[in-house]
């Protein structure tokens, strides 16, 4: 079938493309410029994601599939009033587009997988939270709030599957290349207390999951891919030491990331969710990687 991936140019978005058209299905990127992203298989359409349709959802109409990947980094840049409101401002506007074009699609898509992210719920301490967990109130768990809305607008339409994704691991971008010189160096270790949790996927069990939704017409609404054991900050560090064959023992501590980073180093590393993949487990989603250990260990077991 035909499946529209925006954003497919990223991180996640081209190994799903690539993925999906080795799978056989006709994949087309929709992306503000031309990359390599998706593999030699996809397609790319050009579209200006501004929260209005336009030619490019011609590719929508009769698609078998659209997921929607597209926003600005969270962590590229210090977040500045001008850079959070370019986080959420483009995220929500190209939900609009796509929700946009689905409703007004002769024939939409039966299935929008829509991207979202564990920061929804908030931080939190170690309580374990499924999808049913109520939002928090911080500025990432609004963005995800009202990013989800969004979405919400094509619900009447399509089958929608929310991805609140936690941190996803590879070697070729996401958070952990970033962590990685500290420890290379011998003073890697936990930042701040490392009792915060993280809840963690492997990036081939993202690419399972979101293909699994694609394809399993009982799952809708929120979706957690995360894998089914997080773990505090602490124990990640020291997963990782030893993943890496490097000392892990070195706390980073909380007021020189918070003078590096400022309120991002709260946000994304100082706290977390204990968060859990109840409706994947329930639903018959089998993890590849459980263990933090496992997932490391393949990353950098393999060339
Ligand atoms: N990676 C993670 O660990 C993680 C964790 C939680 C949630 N997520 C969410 O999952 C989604 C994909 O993540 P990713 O890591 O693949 O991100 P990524 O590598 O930054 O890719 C996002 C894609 O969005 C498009 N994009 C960038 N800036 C944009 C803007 N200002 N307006 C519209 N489109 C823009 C880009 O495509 P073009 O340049 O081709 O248009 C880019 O390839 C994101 O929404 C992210 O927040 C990721």
């Known amino acids: ?41 996809a397609s790319q359409v050009t579209w200006t994601p501004n929260g209005e349709s336009g030619r490019w959802a011609s590719a929508i109409d009769g698609a078998g599939a659209v997921v929607n990947l597209a926003g600005e980094s969270i962590a590229g840049k210090r977040w500045s009033a001008a850079q959070k409101q370019r986080i959420r401002d483009s995220r929500l506007e190209a939900t609009r587009s796509l929700t946009t074009a689905i409703r007004e699609a002769k024939n939409p898509p039966p299935v929008f997988v829509s991207g979202s992210a564990i920061g929804y719920y908030g931080p939190l301490g170690d309580q374990g939270v499924a999808e049913d967990a109520p939002p928090g109130s911080d500025f990432l768990a609004n963005v995800c709030v009202e990013w989800e809305r969004e979405a919400a607008r094509a619900a009447d339409r399509t089958r929608l599957v929310c991805v609140r994704t936690g941190v996803v691991l590879e070697k070729d971008g996401g958070a952990l290349p970033e962590m990685l010189p500290p420890f290379r160096f011998g003073v890697g270790g936990p930042v701040g207390s490392g009792r915060q949790y993280w809840a963690w996927i492997h990036r081939d069990d993202w690419l399972g999951l979101v293909r699994w939704a694609l394809a399993t017409p009982a799952v809708s609404g929120p979706l957690n891919a995360t894998a089914p054991n997080p773990v505090t900050n602490a124990e990640f560090a020291r997963a990782l030491g030893r993943a890496m064959h490097r000392p892990a023992f070195m706390p980073a501590p909380a007021f020189a990331l918070r003078l590096m980073l400022g309120e991002m180093a709260d946000s994304l590393l100082l706290t977390g969710q204990r968060v859990i993949p109840a409706k994947a487990t329930q639903s018959g989603f089998t993890f590849k990687y459980e263990q933090v250990d496992d997932a490391l260990r393949a990353i950098f077991t393999r060339q």
Request: hydrophobic share 45%.
């Open 1 to 41: 079938m035909k499946i529209v991936v925006a954003g497919g140019t990223g991180f996640l978005g081209a190994p799903l493309a690539s993925l999906l058209a080795r799978d056989g299905h006709e994949v087309v990127v929709l992306t503000r410029g031309s990359h390599n992203g998706g593999g030699a298989k």
